[in-house]
């Protein structure tokens, strides 16, 4: 079974966020990047299924230079390629653009049986890239898995969907399908041996501007960026005793903020 | 462009699905010229016509046997090229996020997802307000194009109910099924548990519990307030409760009218998850935990004695 899984570089999620002076990006100094926390556990279940299927899983991200490093924590994890699109010093951040040239990827790899993907990048909270991906590489879809079985060649998937409901899936080959977090539970940390394999392997380049995708589709364009309201200060509740604290709890509950 | 919108949603035997109206209301104040809404159910044509409630002027009712996304978009997709809708709207539920992220790649479409606002610019533009690094910024977005796409985040604008019932006509599902195949769809195991994603009300655990076996006084106070329940990831990281219960950066963002935080520091991790929540309560001992920044009304008390004292009261 050859497995892609796609993965996102993003900003560690303890990152103080600043608008840059242009209003329309944030400043990336002093930002330390990291795997996208999402996509740690998507490429948890891709080795843990490329384990039971006796297959292989390449590891595929879009981004600058500094890319690569995340790569190598993935190929320590179990991936056993990688694939670097490389935006150079700029950074492109729209999604259908990134699924193009992802899909542009996929397609010169010849078979692939399932590519992995998300529920989001941390950063741009989207969660569009995935379906858009499945779309343009003409594959059937399932977003929001969290569980996923191998049986015959196919995927027993189960979702979570609004309502309390559990819906189950029987989804064949090829296809894209998109892990919730921990569908195969906790990302596992690489021992220091698995790094120093991943030291091995190779990450192949890949030029963006090979890809022949056009700029053009990017039609969302952020006008400005603003932090958002702060909450008005709220209060303490005082009172003689925690009874006496908890009653007028309930009365503001009640008749201030008509919430009960 | 035309600035009119085409809302896609659901419809249940017991009414719209409650984000499908948020969309219809939304699109309403977008300031468009006309909301025409799809509504894929079964056995629920009856109940599409309260879409004209929130603003639809007319709806195109689809019976779905069965759930597929492949024939969900090669119908909407019919409806678009007909009626050239300069905005497609839906919810960022669970098949909206899917079914506006295909139509935007077949489309080539510009699309704004999980979206807080929705409005016309003068321009004829749709512009959209969208949540990025969870919350930490909001980015106001132009649509370019003439057909463009945007998802609502749910539980985030008010749904209205001010018209009138609409029209519904029948629109048959196009295309065919894919290698995606619905085999079942049930209650979640769990039971009675309300969803987190769409709860009015919130109560949620953290750090302060001390113990996986304490999270029931989580569970006691949830009861009568018909709650769903969450947990800080420091909580799911140890195992006490499953990932979909973690509300925070790398997990739900929830906005619930009122949200209650017991034993939680408030981590930025778990503030960016719940600061959106009408009115929130914080129950902590320790009066310098930054929940009591964003909280409305902070109790400052042991939560294993102030925690059950609330539920009693509640329960009344």
């Not at chain 2, 050239?84 to 709207?89: A, I, K, R």
Request: net charge negative.
């Amino acid at each position: 079974m050859k497995i892609v899984a796609c993965v996102r570089q993003t900003p560690d999620t303890e990152t103080i966020v600043k608008i840059a002076d242009n209003k329309t990006s944030i400043k990336t100094d002093d930002i330390k990047y990291i795997i996208g926390p999402y996509d740690e556990y998507s490429l948890e279940a891709a080795v843990q299924i490329k384990d039971e299927a006796k297959g292989e899983v390449t590891v595929l991200s879009m981004g600058p230079n500094r890319v690569p490093e995340t790569l190598r924590a993935c190929l320590a994890r179990g991936a056993d390629s990688a694939v670097h699109i490389s935006t150079g010093d700029e950074e492109i951040d729209d999604a259908l653009v990134v699924a193009s040239a992802l899909a542009a990827q996929v397609k010169k790899m010849g078979q692939v049986d399932v590519v992995f993907t998300s529920t989001k990048g941390s950063d741009s909270d989207r969660g569009a890239v995935s379906p858009m991906l499945a779309e343009l590489l003409g594959l059937p879809y399932l977003g929001l898995v969290s569980e996923i079985q191998v049986a015959d060649g196919k995927f027993e998937c189960k979702r979570q969907v609004e309502g309390g409901i559990v819906e189950s899936f029987t989804v064949s080959t090829p296809a894209v399908l998109c892990l919730e977090q921990g569908v195969r539970g906790q990302a596992r940390y690489p021992s220091l041996m698995q790094i120093m394999k991943a030291k091995k392997k190779k990450i192949e380049t890949v030029d963006f501007a090979s890809l022949g995708v056009d700029a053009a589709l990017n039609k969302v364009e952020i006008e400005t960026l603003e932090y958002p309201p702060e909450r008005p200060p709220g209060r303490i509740i005082d009172g003689d005793s925690l009874d006496a604290k908890l009653d007028e709890l309930v009365r503001l509950l009640k008749e201030e903020a008509k919430v009960l | 462009m035309s600035k009119s919108v085409l809302v896609v949603g659901e419809v249940a035997s017991d009414g719209v699905v409650k984000a499908t109206l948020e969309c219809i209301s939304e699109a309403k104040r977008s300031g468009a010229d006309s909301v025409e809404a799809i509504l894929f159910g079964s056995s629920a044509k009856d109940a599409a016509a309260a879409a004209g409630k929130a603003g639809a002027g007319s709806v195109k009712y689809v019976e779905e046997g069965s759930y597929s996304l492949a024939q969900r978009a090669a119908t909407v997709e019919g409806v678009i090229k007909e009626s050239n809708p300069g905005l497609v709207l839906m919810s960022a539920n669970t098949y909206g996020k899917e079914l506006a992220g295909v139509l935007a790649a077949r489309l080539q479409a510009g699309f704004a997802s999980e979206c807080t606002e929705v409005r016309f610019g003068d321009d004829g533009q749709p512009r959209a307000v969208r949540p990025m690094y969870s919350g930490k910024v909001l980015a106001h977005c132009k649509l370019n194009g003439a057909t463009t796409l945007a998802t609502l985040r749910q539980n985030t604008v008010a749904v209205t109910d001010d018209g009138a019932d609409a029209a519904v006509s029948d629109l048959a599902l196009a295309g065919s099924t894919d290698g995606v195949v619905l085999t079942g769809s049930n209650s979640d195991a769990a039971g009675g548990e309300v969803d987190l994603s769409e709860a009015s009300v919130v109560v949620a655990g953290g750090r302060g519990l001390k113990e996986p076996e304490n999270f029931k006084i989580i569970e006691e106070l949830a009861a009568p307030l018909k709650a769903a329940i969450g947990a800080t990831r420091m909580v799911v990281d140890a195992g006490w409760k499953d990932f979909h219960y973690q509300v925070g950066q790398t997990g739900k963002v929830v906005t619930p009218s009122l949200y209650i935080a017991v034993g939680i520091s408030g981590a930025i991790q778990h503030l960016v998850g719940m600061q959106n929540s009408g009115c929130i309560v914080a129950i902590n001992n320790d009066p310098g935990a930054p929940i009591f920044k964003v909280a409305d009304y902070g109790i400052v008390a042991d939560l294993f004695e102030a925690t059950p004292k609330l539920t009693e009261r509640l329960k009344n």
